[in-house]
C-alpha cells in the first residue's frame, strides 16, 4: 500500500533528489567548465567557477591538433560492433540458459561470469601474441571482437534475467497453438523482451564505448578511438587541464545524449524487468 | 567465371595497384608537450619535401607510451616506425638490439653540430642510436623582485648554503609567498628526478662498485636532511604531491621564490601569456655543496629512434633526419621566433645572436648542459652511467619505490632517516633479485 505523500514530504525528497543528483554530475559538469576556461584559470587556486573569459579555444586547439572524426569513427563502429556481435551469441545463449534449464546451468552462468574476475592485465600478452600472429593488432576487428568476448558475460547474464521473468506458460501457450521455434522467439518472446534486450544493447555500448584497458593497448592509429583522443592530451610537462577537458567533453558527449534519448528505455529495462 | 567476378576482381586488382602508387605511411609514437606538437603544426613543410611519404601521429602518455611501445617491441608488432624516447631508454634498449643504429647519416645533417653531452647520451660503444629533438639540463630559476625585495642576491653558480639562506629571506607565508619550490611527487621521473640530481651535487652515488645501494652514506643522509629541511621551512604546503606541473603554476602564480627544475621550464615561465612572473624571471646553475665539483649533473633529451622492427626503415629515418636538423630550427624561428625554437641539442643555436637575443635562459641552458658527463653522473667512483637515474632497466621500479619512501618523509608520515633505512633495505633486495648482487 503507497503511503500518503504531503507537499512538505514531496519537497524534502525532490529537495534531497536534485542535491544526490548534483553531487553524481558535479564532477562531469567540472569537466565541462574547465574544458571552456583559459589553461592558467583551470588550474587556480581557489578554483574559478563560472566568473572567467568562456571561450571555445581548448576545442578549436584540440580538433586543430588531432583531429577529431576518425576517432569518433572508430568508437561508432567498435563499440556497436562489438555489442552487437555479442547480442547475436548472446541471445540464443540465454535463450537455452533460461528456458532449458539443465543440472549445470547455474555453473555455467558463474564460470562465464568467473571470466570477468582475472584481471584484464593478465591475459594482454597473450592476447597481443594473438593479434601480432594474425596481423591484426590496430584494427577494428580485432577490437570489435576483444571487446565482445570482454562483455559477453554481462550481456548473457543481463539477458538470461529479463528472460528468467518471462512466464515459461505463455511460450508453452504459443507452441500449444503451433508455433515454431522461429516464430516462438520473434513473435512472442522478443516483443516482451525488448526492454530487457534494449538497455542490455545501451549499458554495453556505453561500456564498450567507455572501454580504455583494451583500446589504448591493441591499438596505435588506424584504430584508435575516442579513449586514445583523450589519453593523449595529459602531458608531463606544461598545463593541459583545460585541453584534456575538452576532449573529455568531446568523447563523452555523444555516448551522454544517447543516453538521454533513451533514458525512459533504459530505466524501465533496468527497473520493471520484461513483463511487471 | 561471370562478368560481375571478372568486373570484381578487376576492380580488385586496380585497387591494389593504386594502394602501391600512395605515399609510404609511418607512424610515429610520441608524447604530449609543446615541441611535439608544434612539429605536428609544422609538418606541411615535411610533406612538401617529401610527398612520397606520409606521417600518422599517435600521442600518448609518457608512461602509456613506454609500456606500448615495449610490449610492441618486444613481441615484434611493428606497429611503430618511429619513437620519441628519453635519454633512460635510448642506452638501455640499443643494447637489447631494439633500435636500429645510425651510422651513415649524410654530411647535410651536419652531426658533429650535436651537443657533445647530447650526442653521448646517445651513443653506445660509440654508435649513435637515437636523435636528439630537444634536451634539457637542469637550473635554479628565481624571482628577481623577490630577491631584489628581500635584499639579497643569487650567485650564478651558487651553494646549496646560499640556497638555503635565500629561501628564507624570500618566504613570506603570510602573502602565501614560499622561498622554495620542489618536487615532492613520488616517482623515478619526478621526485627522484630532482633527489638524485642533489645528491649527485652532494658528492653521492646511488651504487658502489659492487652495486651495493648507497642509502646509508653521509651523503645520502645530508641531502635527505637538507632537502627536507628547505621543503618543512621554506616550502609551499601540500608539498609531497608537487610535480613539475604544479610547481609550474606556483611559479607562475607568483608564488615560488626559487624553483630548482629542468632548463625546459625557463620557456613556459617567460611566457607572458600563462606567467604572471614573465618579466622577473633570473637563473643560475643547479646548486652544488661546497667543494663538491658536481652541479647535479641533470640531464634529459626527447629523441627520435627508430625501433628494429619496423618495416619502413628508409622512410622513418627521413624522417627523424628532417625533424632534428639545423633546417627544421630555423622553420620553427621563421614560423613562430627564435624563443620557440627547440633547445639543447645543436652548437650552432646556442652560436646564432637571433636566439641569444631572443631567449635570455640560453646561455644558461647551455653552461647547464656543457656540465653534464653522462658517463660518470657522481664524483665517486660507480659502476653505472646515467644522470639524475640510474641508466639500468631496474631503476625505474627502483627509483619510484625510493620515492615513495622520500614522498612519505616529506608528508610527515616517517623521518627521513626511517625513509632512507626503507630506500636501502628495498633497493638491496631488488638488486639482489635482478642477480647484481650475489
Known amino acids: ?276 | 567465371m561471370t562478368m560481375t567476378m571478372r568486373a570484381l576482381l578487376g576492380a580488385t586488382a586496380l585497387c591494389g595497384l593504386s594502394a602501391g602508387a600512395f605515399a609510404e605511411s609511418i607512424t610515429v609514437a610520441t608524447v604530449n608537450n609543446g615541441d611535439m606538437i608544434r612539429m605536428q603544426g609544422l609538418m606541411s613543410d615535411f610533406n612538401a619535401k617529401h610527398p612520397d611519404i606520409q606521417v600518422n601521429w599517435v600521442t600518448l602518455e609518457e608512461n602509456a607510451l613506454r609500456q606500448q611501445v615495449t610490449t610492441d617491441i618486444a613481441t615484434g608488432g611493428g606497429q611503430f616506425d618511429v619513437l620519441t624516447i628519453g635519454t633512460y631508454e635510448v642506452p638501455i634498449w640499443a643494447k637489447q638490439n631494439w633500435l636500429s643504429p645510425l651510422n651513415d647519416l649524410p654530411a647535410e645533417y651536419n652531426v658533429d653540430d650535436l651537443l657533445p653531452s647530447v650526442r653521448g647520451a646517445l651513443s653506445v660503444d660509440g654508435t649513435l642510436y637515437s636523435l636528439p629533438f630537444y634536451g634539457e639540463s637542469a637550473m635554479v630559476m628565481y624571482r628577481t623582485d623577490l630577491a631584489e625585495k628581500a635584499g639579497i642576491t643569487i650567485p650564478d653558480s651558487p651553494t646549496w648554503d646560499d640556497i638555503k639562506a635565500a629561501a628564507a629571506a624570500m618566504t613570506d607565508k603570510g602573502n602565501e609567498v614560499y622561498g622554495i619550490c620542489l618536487r615532492g611527487k613520488p616517482g623515478w621521473g619526478e621526485n627522484m628526478a630532482f633527489i638524485g640530481a642533489m645528491n649527485n651535487s652532494y658528492g653521492g652515488r646511488w651504487f658502489d662498485m659492487d652495486w651495493k645501494p648507497q642509502f646509508d652514506s653521509q651523503e645520502w643522509k645530508d641531502t635527505v636532511a637538507d632537502y627536507l629541511d628547505l621543503m618543512t621551512n621554506y616550502g609551499p604546503p601540500g608539498a609531497s604531491s608537487n610535480g613539475f606541473n604544479e610547481n609550474l603554476t606556483l611559479f607562475q602564480q607568483g608564488k615560488c621564490g626559487m624553483w630548482i627544475d629542468a632548463t625546459v621550464a625557463a620557456g613556459f615561465v617567460t611566457d607572458p601569456t600563462n606567467s604572471t612572473v614573465a618579466d622577473h624571471v633570473g637563473y643560475a646553475q643547479f646548486p652544488n655543496k661546497a667543494g663538491v665539483d658536481n652541479h647535479g649533473n641533470w640531464f634529459w633529451a626527447w629523441t627520435l629512434a627508430i625501433p628494429a622492427s619496423s618495416q619502413k626503415q628508409d622512410a622513418a629515418k627521413t624522417f627523424i633526419q628532417w625533424a632534428t636538423s639545423q633546417e627544421y630550427t630555423n622553420l620553427v624561428a621563421s614560423k613562430e621566433g627564435w624563443r620557440a625554437a627547440p633547445p639543447g641539442t645543436r652548437t650552432s643555436l646556442y652560436e646564432n645572436a637571433e636566439y641569444l637575443a631572443a631567449a635570455p635562459f640560453a646561455k644558461m641552458t647551455l653552461d647547464s648542459m656543457n656540465a653534464v658527463d653522462f658517463s660518470k653522473p657522481s664524483v665517486q667512483e660507480i659502476p653505472y652511467t646515467g644522470a639524475q637515474f640510474v641508466a639500468i632497466p631496474e631503476f625505474q621500479g627502483i627509483g619510484t619505490a625510493v620515492g615513495q619512501e622520500m614522498s612519505a618523509a616529506l608528508a610527515g608520515q616517517e623521518t627521513g632517516d626511517e625513509a632512507l633505512a626503507k630506500a636501502q633495505a628495498l633497493t638491496d633486495e631488488e638488486m639482489k633479485a635482478a642477480g647484481y648482487i650475489q
Open chain 1, 1 to 276: 500500500m503507497a503511503r500518503a505523500v504531503t507537499p512538505a514530504r514531496k519537497t524534502v525528497n525532490t529537495a534531497a533528489a536534485w542535491i544526490v543528483a548534483l553531487i553524481i554530475f558535479f564532477p562531469i559538469l567540472w569537466t565541462i567548465l574547465t574544458s571552456f576556461k583559459p589553461e592558467p584559470v583551470a588550474v587556480a587556486s581557489p578554483p574559478v567557477f563560472l566568473n572567467f573569459d568562456w571561450s571555445f579555444d581548448n576545442y578549436r586547439t584540440v580538433i586543430q591538433q588531432r583531429g577529431y572524426g576518425q576517432f569518433f569513427w572508430n568508437s561508432v563502429v567498435i563499440a556497436f560492433g562489438s555489442t552487437i556481435l555479442g547480442m547475436i551469441i548472446a541471445i540464443p545463449a540465454a535463450w537455452a540458459m533460461a528456458f532449458v534449464h539443465g543440472p549445470r546451468t547455474k555453473d555455467l552462468l558463474m564460470w562465464m561470469l568467473s571470466t570477468k574476475m582475472m584481471p584484464a592485465a593478465g591475459v594482454l600478452v597473450p592476447i597481443y601474441l594473438i593479434a601480432v600472429y594474425f596481423k591484426m593488432l590496430d584494427t577494428q576487428i580485432l577490437l570489435t571482437v576483444v571487446l565482445m568476448l570482454m562483455n559477453l558475460p554481462i550481456i548473457i547474464w543481463m539477458l538470461y534475467t529479463y528472460f528468467r521473468e518471462i512466464p515459461v506458460d505463455i511460450l508453452e501457450a504459443a507452441r500449444m497453438d503451433g508455433a515454431t521455434l522461429f516464430n516462438e522467439i520473434v513473435y512472442v518472446l522478443t516483443p516482451m523482451a525488448v526492454p530487457g534486450i534494449a538497455s542490455t544493447l545501451l549499458l554495453n555500448v556505453i561500456l564498450a564505448w567507455n572501454e580504455s584497458f583494451w583500446t589504448l593497448n591493441l591499438t596505435a592509429f588506424n584504430a584508435a578511438p575516442l579513449t586514445k583522443f583523450i589519453a593523449g592530451f595529459s602531458s608531463p610537462q606544461g598545463l593541459f587541464y583545460a585541453k584534456l577537458s575538452a576532449a573529455s567533453v568531446m568523447a563523452f558527449l555523444p555516448i551522454l545524449i544517447l543516453g538521454w534519448f533513451s533514458q525512459k528505455q533504459l530505466v524501465r529495462g533496468l527497473t520493471f524487468g520484461a513483463v511487471k
